[in-house]
């Protein structure tokens, strides 16, 4: 019988630490919505030796946290998302490089977000305010005075972690060095905001929602059934129509018959997207997920800084841009526009690759080229 989920996967005070460090800000974390978010904990993680000025910030993306690089176990589910190419002797090489990894702000997995506790002791749930990418850049800004980083030798970040890495170079343009923009954009697309808007839906209109205020229910009592529903739409877009016809076809899962009138089964790319849901909801939490999608529609680096090129065109960083060249989610048009306006960028690197928008997660000798070229 299939093990209920929490009502939130959210990492949570009491639960395994595992690799996870933890900043609390003295004072509250200003917001571009003219609020203040008292008590922030900020949790990441690091790897390799600070030696004043060789400090690497890496954002990760959407469902992703600051466990970048180690094993699944304790405190981490999965293993870390870019292993291959963060640790010794590897693309980001550890015995060189200072490696920074925090969880994001809004996030679940140690970063002050929706399940966690507000001054008042209960999660924060719906009373989350609205927050921005800009403010989740403003917060990481606030951890490395925190650690004493004064500079990033690199800011590496793909998808939703690419919008903090523009941001953080166009901010904060004497803080980077470095910049590496991964199938990521300067602007959300309509497209983009579009294919959200039915994950957002799907959580929303799940009667476990509860508005937001759910985190202290039951297991199988949280909105996962709408959580898993956005994770079927986000990981189909994530990869290609190719692969999945190559994959999986029209065959049936084993022991299924999607023909059966009695008991219709599943075709095998259903199961997967099943798989994925599954995965999802054991692991993250619904309100994240809402705030972090809302944070990324209104992601536009050019907002209140003229035309596109005025803001790229703040950007001091050597820069590489790279992009899927099979990404449906954030075509190769949007890194090219990147690379166009960023001063000294060059041509976009392109990734070769039938996995679509995760070929920035899975493209480790390619991705290991393009570092050769930025950290050189």
Known sequence: MPVLPPATGAWRAGDPVGDRRFVVLPDPLPLESGSAL???????????TFDGSNAVLVLHALTGDSHVSGPAGLGHPTPG??????????????????????????????????ASPAPDGRPWGSRFPRTSVRDQVALEVR????????????????SMGGMRAVEWAVTHPDRVERLLLLACCAAASADQIAWAAPQLAAIREDPNWCGGDYHDRGRG???????????????????????????????HQPGED????????????ESYLDHHAEKLVHRFDAGSYVTLTSAMNGHDVSR?????????????????????????????????????????AGPVERIESPYGHDAFLI??????????????
């Open 258 to 269: 999607p023909y059966d009138a009695a008991a219709p089964g599943r075709f095998a790319v």
């Open 38 to 48: 008292p008590d922030v904990t900020v949790a990441y993680e690091s790897w390799g």
């Open 81 to 114: 998302w870019w292993a291959g190419i963060i640790g010794p002797g590897l693309a980001i090489d550890t015995d060189r490089w200072f490696v920074v990894a925090p969880n994001v702000l809004g996030g679940c997995q140690g970063t002050t977000g929706p």
């Open 221 to 251: 009592e949280g909105p996962h059934l709408g959580l898993g529903v956005a994770r079927r739409i986000a990981h189909a877009t994530y990869r290609t129509a190719e692969e999945l016809d190559t994959r999986f076809g029209r065959r």
């Open 363 to 376: 493209e480790t000798r390619r991705l290991a080229e393009i570092l050769a070229l930025l950290m050189r």
């Open 143 to 158: 951890l490395a005075d925190q650690l004493g980083i004064g500079a990033w030798a690199a800011v590496l970040g793909g």
């Open 304 to 344: 209140d800084r003229g035309s596109m090129a005025d803001a790229l065109g703040r950007v001091t960083a050597r820069t590489v841009v790279a992009g899927s060249t099979s990404d449906r989610l954030y075509p190769l048009a949007q890194q090219e526009e990147l690379a166009t306006l960023i001063p000294g």
